[in-house]
């Protein structure tokens, strides 16, 4: 009776958290989308590129941000050439509260001046794809897509998660978006001058959100761009990436009212305890007679069952997997949910307070697994035609282009 109480309380949270989702999917997204054209083009946004020293990867980068986009930067740790972008590194006698990547975006905040009316920040490993202008909101999210890298596991909890932050689409009725990362983040750049970066996080980009909405009305938006970034190369790189997240918005989360905590621990302890279902599931299938497992708690986990094949189905959908693979992703699906939760759980349990970089791959690399990239069928344009195997042509011309600077 012990196992099935704790089973039923696991259940009935992941339930709320489910209800909740479908809410934010099916009434808050509605009118998602931007009325009309994009109020801002191009030319109205600034690119900064944060990394360390991944000079290849941020090549890739650099060469997908359209040619209308002229104010690109790459911000390092070490020095690099980077051809179609001007290159500052952060000296190492700067000082303030925020470490790692935190520390280099404030010194950008500081340093960098920006005349336009959005910095847009792009992950080392995002390729831009139909970046065509802005809507009129302070913080504007662009969605992810995620390719693989080396490991089919990792790739497919990363679709798997891509359908869940469909719930995404209703965080501009929210008062506090739940979350901003992945894929790319803009912000108004008056908005980022008046609350900078210098705040002790391993979540920058949700901690920045929070705090917008706690000292300002800000507004939210999405854009589904689905900028292509890297799934993780290993089950251990991802374990490392998700006990990341957590700990983050776990360490922030008194950055959110009063109201919004219920929810917020709900979700989180629904991601840490996901594997419950798929083993409620077993039990109830397979060893009915094994524990007190009451009928409601079976027909529970069913239920939600369906629902963890829902977002897995989402993420197909965003992808445009073929149909023929979608019967063996829902096989997949429990499998997903396993892995996808035990850097949350790992997280909760033993939290971490260091920023640890997600290790990422060589364009080459990337090539050599997706060789469609270099003829355009995973439609990876990026709003001007060049396609992404222009970028061998233009890292030639690294040591012509945009200088060095050594601030």
């Not at 083993?279 to 939600?304: D, E, Q």
Request: proline share 5%; with cysteine.
């Amino acid at each position: 009776m012990l196992f099935a109480a704790a089973l039923g309380v696991v259940l009935v949270m992941y339930g709320l958290s489910a209800l909740w989702w479908l809410f934010e999917v099916v009434v808050l997204s509605r009118d998602w989308r931007s009325d009309g054209e994009f109020e801002w083009g191009l030319e109205d946004v600034q690119v900064r590129i944060l990394t360390v020293d991944a000079e290849p990867v941020v090549q890739g980068t650099v060469d997908t941000v359209p040619d209308a986009v002229d104010d690109v930067h790459v911000i390092a740790e070490k020095p690099m050439q980077i051809a179609g972008a001007t290159v500052h590194v952060v000296p190492d006698s700067f000082e303030c509260a925020a470490t790692n990547k935190g520390r280099a975006l404030e010194w950008a905040s500081r340093t960098l001046s920006c005349e336009r009316e959005y910095v847009c920040y792009l992950d080392e490993d995002t390729l831009v794809t139909d970046f065509t202008g802005m809507p009129d909101a302070d913080i504007v999210q662009f969605t992810e897509q995620p390719i693989y890298t080396g490991s089919w596991l990792a790739w497919c909890c990363e679709v798997f998660r891509v359908g869940y932050q469909f719930e995404q689409f209703g965080f501009h009725r929210l008062r506090y978006p739940l979350y901003a990362w992945g894929g790319g983040v803009a912000i108004r750049s008056s908005l980022e001058d008046q609350l900078g970066w210098d705040v002790e996080t391993i979540t920058e980009d949700t901690n920045f959100v929070w705090r917008a909405a706690r000292e300002h009305d800000v507004t939210f938006r999405v854009v589904d761009t689905r900028f292509r970034n890297q799934a993780p190369p290993s089950l251990k790189t991802m374990f490392r990436q998700r006990r990341r997240w957590i700990s983050g918005s776990l360490r922030d989360d008194g950055l959110l009212p009063l109201s919004y905590r219920p929810l917020y621990f709900t979700r989180v302890f629904a991601w840490a305890c996901s594997p419950a279902i798929p083993l409620a599931l077993l039990v109830s299938l397979f060893m009915p007679g094994t524990v007190a497992l009451p009928s409601v708690l079976g027909s529970l986990s069913t239920l939600l069952g369906v629902v963890l094949v829902a977002y897995m189905c989402c993420g197909l959908w965003a992808y445009q997997m073929r149909p023929l693979l979608w019967p063996a992703f829902a096989l997949a699906t429990p499998i997903a949910v396993v892995l996808h939760a035990i850097g949350a759980a790992w997280g909760v349990l033993s939290p971490v307070r260091e920023f640890e970089v997600t290790e990422k791959v060589a364009p080459t690399t990337i090539e050599s697994v997706h060789p469609s990239l270099e003829n355009g069928d995973v439609a990876a344009h990026n709003g001007t035609g060049r396609l992404l195997s222009d970028r061998k042509d233009r890292s030639e011309e690294a040591d012509t282009e945009q200088p060095l600077i050594q601030e």
